[in-house]
């Protein structure tokens, strides 16, 4: 006698398969998404990076990672690479086009980010953004530094009683830039010679 074997229907065997593909894909999306976070992470406690630099980046690659994950299911579930592709390049398309119309916010952007790298000035330092050799201009000590503006604090000698100046990050590469830091930044920022 012959052990009694129930036959799995063939009609099942296709989408069981191409549910395990799918649950594939997210779960190599998910460990390589987890891999990249604990990359930036590893660099970020290595390299001085701030983290207003690494949590955009790390974002930006979770998204890029799981979108990525998103095409490959779709293609599996049978939509067609070509219309995903065209769908793409087409979103893309809109969004070149949208940035190109916020291109000072973008502009501020990557200043920052090469603030952030380069270090021209850090917190507490005092700058001044020159207009030309004749004329004074913005001058403060450096008090935050964000993705859009550097806050500068301006000194009280100046008849302003303090107040606080929001310069956008792209002004700091298209002029000339004096800064003091350290004990000459104290001696410079409270008017003293």
């Known amino acids: 006698m ?23 894909i997210l ?12 990359c930036l992470t590893r660099l970020g406690e290595r390299y001085p990076f701030p983290p207003q630099l690494l949590m955009p980046l790390r974002g930006g690659l979770r998204w890029l990672i799981m979108g990525s994950a998103l095409i490959f299911v779709l293609e599996r579930l049978g939509v ?8 793409l390049s087409g ?5 070149a086009v949208a940035f190109f119309a916020m291109w000072s916010v973008l ?3 990557l200043c920052a980010i ?16 020159v207009d030309t050799l ?5 001058k403060g000590r450096v008090v935050a530094i964000n993705l859009l503006y550097t806050s500068l604090i301006e000194a009280e000698e100046a008849g302003t009683g303090g107040v606080m100046v929001q310069v956008p990050n792209s ?19 409270s008017g003293e010679k």
């Not at 067609?80 to 769908?87: D, E, G, H, K, N």
């Open 114 to 129: 090469l603030i952030f790298t380069v270090g021209p000035f850090r917190i507490g330092d005092v700058v001044e953004l």
């Open 171 to 189: 002004l700091f590469f298209q002029r000339s830039v004096r800064r003091w830091r350290g004990s000459d930044a104290l001696s410079v920022g």
């Open 91 to 95: 979103f893309v398309a809109v969004a």
């Open 80 to 87: 067609s690479a070509t219309v995903l592709w065209t769908a």
């Open 2 to 24: 012959e052990a009694f074997k129930l036959p799995l229907p063939t009609m099942w065997i296709e989408p069981l398969w191409v549910t395990v593909q799918i649950l594939l």
């Open 134 to 138: 004749d004329k004074p201009g913005i």
């Open 27 to 38: 779960l190599a999306g998910y460990i390589t998404q987890r891999f990249v976070a604990r």
């Open 107 to 109: 502009s501020n952007l």
